[in-house]
């Protein structure tokens, strides 16, 4: 009995202890659940260097909020932190900014290697002391980065009421320097299925904006009505994007795109107190919507909140100078930001006057600004479905992003670093602007429009850019990137049948072979005096061209030249010398696209022959050696032309010397007889 008892109670012990065990193991391993959901801040320790705050109570912020932007070892995308990590101070609420909605892979703006999560943490008192008190205790924590006030920004407008030019900055009203939107409308004029988003004050229904507003968000009530009660962002949706037509009224507007979509992004009722939270929330908002370009008309913020957002944002962020009456924001003088930031995708902008020169209320800075565009005086939107002057660099912005937003139109494959070098590489130099801005330069819409259809190479070679959109009018520039165009590439503009006219620069040397292969619906092309070479097969099966140009060519050998299918070389001034025997389908020749049934006219001057020689020019019906009409044969150094009918939609005129003595012609051209 007494064993009996003593093995009971071994094994009653024995239990006992498994069951202790048992239930240490289950609070250990439900503790560590419990951390990982949050993800155990205290087990990291290669921390990031730390960014302090140097507020000072004179500042303006906000006095019951405090950013916080997160170590990347600590913070994440929608990661949720234990409520004791931040320490014991009263708060009210803990709001991520960065929050990533759905799929974290279809978000296109979304940079996740230089993600930082930025968090909003309300307080239950309004005391500026308790947030400074607040932000050091924060600083101390190992896995926040920084830790700083909601300051509170400002938009950089001026209203002012003067008459002013009406619209000289897309206009170029003649005495004005505007940004030569015109011709750039000559290409395009936009498309809605572009979007731009103004973080502002919103945008107002308005006549000459309503085509073109789109849904946004309202993060100052946080409801979808983004209703501008201010101005100022309505006034620059106007400019990003007034549309074009018959409004009622003889004082309406027109945007740098007559056709886009503008979403308003209202952080604010007044142009003055732009809570960071709210910008912060609002560039997250964009990013999430992959929307493409932010306009953001605000300065004088933080440095550090504003960029980790700026920074996980991808899209082209435009943004202004600032107002600060010619402050120098370089990094090392008076940086001000967003302005002073330095990221790959930000423009920074500057304000103009009417004449070119830097409105006075304008900062400037040799590194920190890229470019200047029109500021002053700017008549645009404004509530009421009326029309006001305002004048800053808030104005100067939205003409920057106007013009990347009809780049899209013409060519949506273009990355942010190809829009922002095809503004600033293509910008109107000034010696005045030359020390207080990166490119020298103030915005040339219709150059960086060109840009984001072609592109020129080092040698001069133009080529057509992945993803354009041609218009079926085109003007190729003669200078592109701060390049001369030289030559158009092989396979350049072939099969684009959207094209109906080109016309090429004078500085022209080379057409490539196939260069406009297939081009079916190009009717008319200029060919310039300085062309020395054009590729086999540069046209053909253009079956609709009618007007070449200018013959100007030299041919030293036995072939033709033809437009579709050989090269040729040429001399220069035009002079045609051939030594080309006039035998059948012998001499230097030109393949011309015609209309069955029309007549055409052939001239020349004939300026020497060979002795014993005679000039023979001679028609063929396409590219047989059936001639149709009887071969011309010229012997007076003189003025000749005569005419032939159109057979079918080519014909082939042909240019030789008897008994390939040699001739040399001159002023060759082929018309059309009306």
């Known amino acids: 009995m007494t064993k009996f008892r003593i093995k009971s109670t071994k094994l009653l012990v024995l239990t006992i202890g498994l069951l202790l065990i048992v239930s240490l193991a289950l609070i250990l391993f439900e503790n560590s659940v419990a951390t990982s959901a949050f993800a155990s801040e205290s087990e990291v320790s290669a921390f990031e260097a730390k960014r302090y705050s140097n507020a000072k109570i004179e500042e303006d912020f906000d006095d019951s909020s405090i950013i916080v932007v997160m170590d990347r070892t600590q913070g994440g995308i929608n990661k949720i932190h234990a409520d004791s990590f931040f320490g014991n101070f009263a708060r009210t609420a803990i709001n991520d900014l960065t929050f990533v909605d759905g799929d974290i892979s279809s978000k296109r703006y979304l940079d996740v290697d230089n993600f930082r999560q930025i968090l909003e943490i309300k307080l239950p008192e309004n005391s500026k002391e308790n947030v400074l008190s607040v932000i050091r205790e924060l600083e101390k924590i190992d896995g926040v ?4 006030p909601n300051y ?4 950089g ?5 003067s008459q002013y030019n009406l619209q000289w900055g897309v206009d170029g009203t003649s005495g004005t320097v505007g940004i030569n939107a015109q011709a750039a409308w000559d290409i395009t004029t936009g498309s809605r299925d572009v979007r731009v988003a103004v973080i502002d004050t919103g945008i107002v229904a308005h006549q000459n904006l309503n085509a073109n507003l789109v849904a946004g968000w309202n993060f100052v009530n946080g409801t979808n009505d983004a209703t501008d009660t201010d101005g100022h962002g309505t006034h620059i949706a106007g400019i990003i994007g007034g549309v074009e037509g018959n409004i009622a009224g003889s004082t309406n507007i027109v945007g740098v795109n007559w056709n886009v979509s503008l979403i308003p992004l209202k952080i604010s009722n007044t142009v003055t107190g732009w809570q960071t939270s709210r910008v912060v929330s609002a560039i997250t908002w964009a990013r999430n919507q992959n929307v493409p370009i932010i306009n953001f008309s605000g300065w004088n913020f933080g440095s550090a909140d504003l960029s980790s957002a700026i920074g996980a944002y991808t899209g082209l962020f435009v ?3 600032g107002n600060g009456n010619g402050t120098n924001i370089n990094p090392g003088q008076s940086p001000n930001y967003p302005g002073s930031h330095t990221f790959a995708h930000q423009i920074t902008v500057g304000s103009l006057d009417s004449n070119g020169t830097i409105r006075s209320t304008s900062n400037v800075g040799s590194t920190a600004v890229h470019l200047f565009a029109p500021g002053g005086s700017i008549w645009s939107t404004i509530p009421g479905n009326t029309y006001g002057y305002m004048s800053g660099t808030s104005m100067a912005a939205p003409h920057v992003a106007g013009v990347a937003a009809l780049l899209l139109s013409v060519n949506p494959t273009l990355t942010p670093a190809q829009m922002k070098a095809a503004i600033l590489d293509n910008v109107d130099t000034s010696s005045a602007l030359s020390s207080n801005c990166s490119t020298g330069g103030r915005l040339n819409a219709v150059r960086a429009v060109n840009a984001a259809l072609f592109d020129v190479s080092t040698s001069g070679v133009l080529t057509v850019r992945s993803g354009a959109i041609l218009p079926g009018t085109l003007v190729i520039p003669a200078n592109l990137h701060g390049r001369t165009v030289t030559q158009i590439a092989s396979y350049a503009f072939a099969n684009q049948t959207s094209l ?4 090429l620069p004078d500085t022209l040397t080379t057409i490539g072979n196939n260069a406009f292969q297939n081009c079916t619906n190009l ?16 046209f053909s099966g253009c079956v609709n061209l009618h007007i070449i140009g200018r013959f100007n060519i030299n041919a030293n050998v ?3 030249w033809d437009l579709s299918q050989a090269t040729f070389n040429s001399v220069s001034n035009g002079v045609l010398t051939t030594n080309c025997e006039a035998t ?18 052939v001239s020349f001057n004939l300026l020497s022959l060979g002795a014993g020689s005679a000039a023979w020019v001679v028609v063929y019906q396409d590219l047989g050696n059936s001639p149709l009409q009887s071969p011309h044969r010229f012997t007076a150094l003189t003025a000749h032309s005569f005419t032939f009918t159109a057979a079918n939609n080519r014909a082939l005129i042909a240019f030789s010397s008897e008994a390939g003595l040699g001739a040399q012609f001159s002023n060759i051209q082929i018309t059309r007889t009306l």
């Open 500 to 503: 109906t006219s080109i016309a």
């Open 319 to 321: 943004c202004i100078a």
């Open 145 to 148: 980065y920084y830790a700083g």
């Open 584 to 601: 059948a389908h012998h001499g230097a020749g030109q393949v011309v696209s015609v209309i069955p049934g029309a007549t055409y006219t």
């Open 523 to 538: 009717t008319s092309i200029n060919i310039p005096a300085g062309i020395t070479q054009i590729g086999t097969g540069a």
């Open 558 to 560: 036995n072939t033709r």
């Open 157 to 161: 407008a001026v209203p002012r009421n």
């Open 152 to 155: 509170l920004g400002q938009a």
